[in-house]
């Protein structure tokens, strides 16, 4: 909100006022602090409302057939990445076959710098297919929406590890380095998400102003950068998800062991039975209390060795 502070303290006092043709007074001391509070106290309320300024650039209030439209269009268009990613990586070992196959030494490393130049360029391909969910169904309408639901889906993915509704306990496991790493990628993001709505909401500012202005090159100029700045910290926000992804798929590898043993289970020896028992794990706090699935996580269960035996209750009579 320091943007739009800016914007009432030192660009519209130069200009026409919204309402008429009389200028604007310079703004004093006292009317700055009140802007700035302002700003602050706004900034916090944004910061309450994060879940819903989320949503809007994930694309949950688009109407329905322009969801189902751009959902099938990033459909079609991680096709054509994985297509790409494939085709650079049977190019990269076929380089690399080539190149251990010829005696001629120079042709030898030719071969060999070839195949790290099509390596670099499988990495980039295949970065931006890590941007998008392994489950087609979990596809959303816009980059931002694939980016953060490709975080969210890893644990489940992998492990059957319900990650949204695990996460409290995830963290209070973690080391604290991870916790610290995931802090730091996520106010990243977050930093990001917020310069995409105050740069908007200036540039918005900017275009009602130049409504009521016949002349406004200045605040022209100001809208464009806004905008600009806008648009780049949209993009900026989605490369920035990838290193919050990397912390939170870190976060979930290790704190699955210890939150086991904090929820009073054992990590299974095979990788089937303990996706078997993460889903079990993730049942019983999303949904009410069954017996059955309760009976199929008690096989889980560490073995309690009891300190302390109790008495038994005497019969009366």
């Avoid at 001391?29 to 300024?53: F, Y």
């Avoid at 322009?66 to 990586?89: D, Q, W």
């Avoid at 890590?130 to 816009?142: F, I, N, S």
């Avoid at 059957?160 to 995931?182: C, F, G, I, N, Y």
Wanted: charged share 20%; hydrophobic share 45%; with cysteine.
């Amino acid at each position: 909100m320091t943007a739009i502070a800016s914007f009432v303290v030192v660009i519209l006092p130069a200009q026409e006022s919204l309402l008429g043709s009389q200028k604007i007074p310079p703004v004093d001391l006292q009317t700055t602090v009140w802007l700035i509070v302002a700003s602050l106290v706004l900034a916090l309320v944004l910061n309450g409302l994060s879940t819903i300024l989320f949503r809007v650039l994930e694309g949950y209030y688009l109407p329905g057939f322009i969801r189902r439209r751009r959902t099938l269009r990033h459909f079609k268009k991680l096709e054509l990445y994985k297509l790409e990613a494939r085709r650079l990586r049977k190019r990269y070992n076929a380089l690399l076959k080539s190149s251990d196959a010829t005696s001629s030494q120079s042709q030898s490393v030719a071969l060999a710098s070839d195949a790290y130049g099509v390596g670099i360029s499988y990495g980039l391909a295949w970065e931006k297919v890590a941007r998008y969910p392994v489950t087609p169904l979990q596809l959303g309408p816009t980059k931002f929406a694939n980016a953060m639901r490709s975080l969210e889906t890893y644990g489940y993915q992998r492990y059957q590890l319900d990650s949204q509704a695990l996460w409290s306990e995830l963290l209070s496991v973690a080391p604290e380095s991870l916790r610290h790493d995931e802090a730091n990628t996520n106010a990243v993001v977050n930093f990001f998400v917020s310069l995409v709505y105050l740069s908007l909401t200036l540039a918005v500012l900017c275009a009602a102003t130049v409504i009521r202005e016949d002349e406004g090159i200045a605040i022209w100029a100001t809208g464009g950068m806004a905008l600009g700045v806008c648009i780049v910290s949209y993009h900026l926000s989605i490369v920035s998800i990838q290193a919050w992804s990397s912390a939170v798929c870190a976060l979930v590898n290790v704190g699955r062991v210890p939150l086991a043993a904090q929820l009073g289970l054992k990590i299974p020896p095979t990788l089937r039975e303990e996706r078997e028992m993460w889903l079990l794990v993730g049942q019983l706090v999303t949904y009410p209390y069954n017996e059955q699935r309760a009976r199929r996580l008690d096989r889980y269960s560490l073995e309690v060795k009891r300190t302390q035996k109790w008495p038994r209750r005497k019969s009366e009579g």
